[in-house]
């Protein structure tokens, strides 16, 4: 296998993950992988295409998709921030 795939690989891993300490276990079997003979050129590129649109994805669905990742009743105060208004209080009982 190439360098610069190996490299790519552990890049797309990089930018597409939180740093942990799971990482590092993650990091050391994709390693294993890599220099096992048991996959092809093919299926290393397919795995760095892979984790480069998952992270694109990600991106897009933030950039276009705020609220994506909030709560039902964040994302109803959000939209009407946005048009001005604002929910009600619900009653203290």
Not at 28 to 45: A, P, V
Request: glycine residues 2%; positive net charge; charged residues 30%.
């Amino acid at each position: 296998m190439s360098a610069p795939l190996y490299r790519n690989l552990l890049r797309e891993f990089s930018k597409s993950t939180p740093t942990g300490e799971r990482n590092v276990q993650i990091l050391s079997h994709l390693r294993t992988l890599f220099t096992s003979m048991s996959h092809s050129k093919e299926d290393m590129e397919s795995i760095v295409d892979f984790l480069r649109a998952s992270r694109q994805h990600k991106e897009l669905v933030k950039r276009y998709n705020p609220l994506s990742d909030q709560t039902p009743q964040e994302r109803v105060e959000a939209t009407a921030r946005r048009v001005g208004l604002a929910v009600p209080k619900k009653p203290v009982l």
